[in-house]
């Protein structure tokens, strides 16, 4: 105590010193400088700042819906009457809209989305994911009981890798993931401690996944790790490739050769705009490839409410599917998903409506398909609109955009660009992003953010915004590379 009876001041428990170390090195380039940058600058116009634009256009993150997207209408009138039951009494909702949140809500403690479920998510929703994923892999069959309902893709992914993660020194666990990369990937495995072990797309290929590069890697980080798992996105993040079938099941032979547990994140498996191109999912190609490898190879894929065409990302839904999964092991996946009680059940139930949307001959199908296709098809014009109008402006080169929702355009930054990154101990495509940030208005996400090979510069793009304003968007993007290149030639 001090003289006058207040307690001496003590030094704080938790510091920058004393936190948990792996927790600093975690990075998140979708949320990272750029956008506090952004969000910083929306504030300085809302006060009367003056710019040389009068609006950031957020192009960072796949957020449909912040892009302007409209949600289904299908979706959302479930949703008010599971959330507001009192609703089901109005003659405005659809009758077949009306079933589905009965449907709902009787799976559900106390018939209220209130409530908790079960920790692995309501039993009638994972039914219905099981006969989704087996219509679409053409009848292979789906347990609901290998299906864990998940708080977005990410939670499943995490907790995937949460089981996987184990050793110390050269037996530590090491997670196969492609450069570039979606970067949730290398901040869990920072936050766990795992070793990173990267694989490079072929850019010259339309980031085509080469095996001989699977091998490559494999056999690099062996010697000072022990690589347990595969990492494959597809349609691809940031990249937008769509692999092809014969890609998927020389992946699955690489896997089952070198005992690699294989992790399939398939979250825009709607999104394929390229014609030739077409979505196979990993467990169909595993199943159609017979019993030597559907037998033993084991496999976690995952989807999500926030891509494709529902755009859903605030509902936080998703699921994964785990085949092969040892029973033991199986168990610890379901203490580990009790730890945090439950998904949020909203989102449980749009994964529910995704997966069980309405049929020919219901009242809301007709306006169903036409949002679903009007959607789907807008996207697949804004893919096309980017590559073309990206690949006008000299010292840049986009690859198609085949689907998901992204370009990775490659960028040639003139050597006093890189130089004067270089002194301000910034990456080259971090400083023309904040430099295109600062003058247009345009908030991007610079390549090294997802991972590129040395000496290569690129930039992450969504073609999500409405196609008026993604035409000004690209139009300004050109104006100022020019302009940069101009300045540092």
């Not at 000072?224 to 992946?251: F, K, M, W, Y």
């Not at 979250?267 to 467990?283: E, I, M, R």
Request: glycine residues 8%; charged residues 25%; neutral net charge.
């Amino acid at each position: 105590m001090s003289e006058n009876g207040v307690t001496a001041r003590r030094s704080k428990v938790l510091t920058i010193d004393t936190m948990n170390a792996t927790v600093k090195k975690v990075e998140y380039a979708v949320r990272g400088p750029i956008v506090q940058r952004a969000v910083q600058i929306e504030k300085e116009l809302k006060e009367g700042a003056k710019k040389p634009f009068t609006e950031v256009i957020k192009a960072n993150i796949g957020d449909a819906h912040a892009m302007g997207q409209q949600p289904i209408t299908f979706f959302r009138q479930v949703l008010a009457l599971c959330s507001y039951p009192e609703l089901l009494k109005d003659g405005n909702f659809p009758e077949d809209a009306k079933h589905r949140a009965r449907r709902i809500l009787q799976g559900c403690g106390g018939e209220s989305i209130g409530a908790y479920s079960g920790s692995q998510g309501i039993e009638c929703i994972r039914q219905d994911v099981a006969r989704y994923i087996e219509r679409r892999d053409g009848g292979v069959p789906c347990d609901p009981d290998n299906v864990f309902l998940s708080t977005g893709a990410s939670d499943g992914i995490v907790t995937m890798l949460k089981l996987l993660v184990a050793g110390e020194g050269r037996s530590r666990t090491g997670i196969m993931i492609s450069i570039p990369q979606y970067p949730l990937y290398s901040a869990a495995l920072a936050e766990l401690g795992a070793v990173q072990v990267n694989y490079y797309l072929d850019e010259e290929k339309c980031w085509g996944l080469d095996i001989s590069e699977l091998q490559r890697s494999l056999e690099a980080a062996r010697q000072h790790c022990n690589p347990r798992a595969l990492c494959i996105i597809n349609p691809g993040n940031p990249t937008g490739q769509v692999q092809s079938r014969q890609c998927i099941e020389d992946v699955i032979r690489f896997a089952a050769k070198e005992d690699l547990f294989l992790m399939a994140d398939e979250v825009y498996q709607d999104n394929v705009y390229a014609d030739g191109c077409q979505f196979h999912s990993f467990k169909k190609v595993l199943f159609e490839m017979g019993p030597e490898y559907s037998n033993t190879v084991e496999l976690a894929s995952f989807h999500s409410t926030s891509k494709c065409y529902m755009g859903e990302c605030g509902f936080r839904g998703g699921y994964m599917e785990v085949i092969n999964l040892d029973p033991e092991v199986k168990e610890q996946l379901s203490k580990l998903v009790s730890v945090r009680l439950c998904p949020p059940v909203p989102g449980q139930a749009l994964m529910g409506l995704v997966v069980n949307p309405p049929q020919p001959g219901e009242p809301s199908y007709t306006t169903f398909m036409k949002e679903r296709t009007g959607v789907l098809s807008t996207l697949a014009e804004k893919a096309k609109l980017t590559e073309q109008i990206l690949n006008t402006v000299p010292g840049i080169a986009c690859n198609p955009v085949q689907g998901a929702m992204y370009s990775f355009p490659r960028i040639t930054l003139p050597e006093r660009a890189v130089k004067e990154a270089k002194e301000k101990g910034q990456a080259p495509d971090m400083l023309y992003c904040m430099k295109l940030l600062e003058e247009t208005g345009i908030c991007l996400v610079p390549g090294s953010g997802f991972g590129q090979r040395d000496g290569t510069y690129h930039f992450r793009m969504t073609i999500l915004p409405p196609v008026d304003k993604l035409q000004i968007l690209l139009s300004k993007l050109k104006e100022f590379h020019q302009r940069f290149t101009q300045q540092y030639s």
